[in-house]
């Protein structure tokens, strides 16, 4: 064999090395992705959250940040044709709930985050995911409501709604049993990794109102005398105001108490139904128990949508109801089809 074709075969015996090793390193790098359950590292993220206060922006707020050149990045999440034909906050992005995580990459790194949807419920969903993820994230308080009281352009979600009026009780429910927890299985590497692939397959799988239950459906369900669909009922609230008047069945979860003790006091075989006064706190509470693999529904407008009773919605520390009141000031809206993302 001559000099040249040693050579020649050489070559070859060195490339096919290198090929298979590449292939081997790619198999093992497959293989280390495999299924698990990640609700122990979830469940430390969310305790360590939700032992403080949710994070929402009140609109004045906002906007005196945009005023002052501040402006957050601003999530919009109603449909293409609310953002574009009723007005949005100028500057905003239109992602629905099926194309945020897929586009995380397009928040600029530090970025204050504000969440942006109709009336306060789909936005807090968003924003414990966001902050479980590490964004500095806030949902905007009343959504749009709480930015115009036009109705034309708020559509009048929280200035239409009425209470039920249905019946409360006093009577304290004891919350004693202890469940094993659910799995959150996925294929990740990393906690990171895990809360995006979970929070897309819920935002997937969910109603285009991120699975809300009204009042009246609530109340089927508790008065249809089958007690084996009952949904377990979180009310997430002070006691005062609970001891005042709450939904039959509802266990007290006083706020900031959501740590690893009290997720073992949820079932995993039936639905829980979490609310507090608005469904907005609830709303960010609701997305986290689902990603970890509870069945959860968050009440629509919170004890709002059942009473005006003010001992009910009274702050737990300031001397003011926690209900709806349109704005005094409108701030204005843009109605471009700018910065809009198709599925």
């Not at 999530?75 to 574009?84: A, H, N, Q, S, T």
């Not at 969903?125 to 708020?154: E, V």
Request: aromatic share 10%; charged share 20%; net charge negative.
């Amino acid at each position: 064999m001559t000099t040249g074709n040693k050579i020649y075969f050489s070559l070859i015996i060195i490339f096919s090395i290198l090929i298979v090793g590449c292939g081997k390193s790619k198999q093992e790098t497959a293989q280390q992705v495999q299924e698990k359950d990640f609700y122990t590292e979830i469940a430390q993220l969310g305790s360590e959250y939700f032992s403080s206060k949710t994070k929402n922006i009140l609109a004045k707020d906002l906007w005196a940040e945009i005023q002052a050149g501040d402006s957050p990045f601003i999530i919009d999440m109603r449909k293409p044709g609310l953002f574009d034909s009723l007005g949005h906050i100028d500057g905003a992005v239109n992602w629905t709930k099926n194309q945020v995580m897929d586009n995380l990459d397009r928040i600029p790194k530090d970025a204050k985050v504000v969440c942006v949807c109709k009336a306060g419920l789909m936005s807090s969903q968003l924003t414990s995911i966001l902050r479980l993820l590490g964004y500095d994230a806030y949902s905007l308080k009343w959504g749009m409501c709480g930015w115009t009281s036009n109705h034309t352009m708020n559509l009048g979600v929280w200035g239409n709604q009425k209470p039920g009026n249905q019946t409360l009780e006093t009577t304290p429910v004891s919350t004693n049993d202890v469940y094993n927890p659910p799995q959150a299985m996925c294929e990740a590497v990393g906690v990171r990794e895990a809360i995006i692939k979970l929070t897309d397959a819920y935002f997937e799988s969910a109603d285009e109102h991120l699975n809300v239950i009204k009042a009246e459906e609530l109340y089927a369900l508790l008065e249809d005398d089958d007690a084996d669909n009952d949904p377990f009922v979180v009310s997430y609230q002070p006691e005062a105001n609970y001891s005042a008047g709450h939904i039959p069945g509802g266990h007290l979860f006083p706020f900031g108490t959501f740590g690893p003790e009290r997720l073992r006091q949820l079932p995993t075989d039936r639905l829980i139904v979490v609310h507090c006064y608005s469904g907005q706190t609830t709303g960010q509470l609701a997305s986290y128990l689902s990603i970890l693999g509870y069945q959860v529904r968050n009440l629509k407008f919170g004890i709002n949508a059942i009473t005006d009773d003010p001992a009910i919605l009274k702050h737990w520390k300031k001397d003011k109801l926690c209900k709806y009141k349109a704005p005094k000031k409108d701030l204005p809206v843009v109605a471009l089809h700018a910065l809009q993302l198709t599925d």
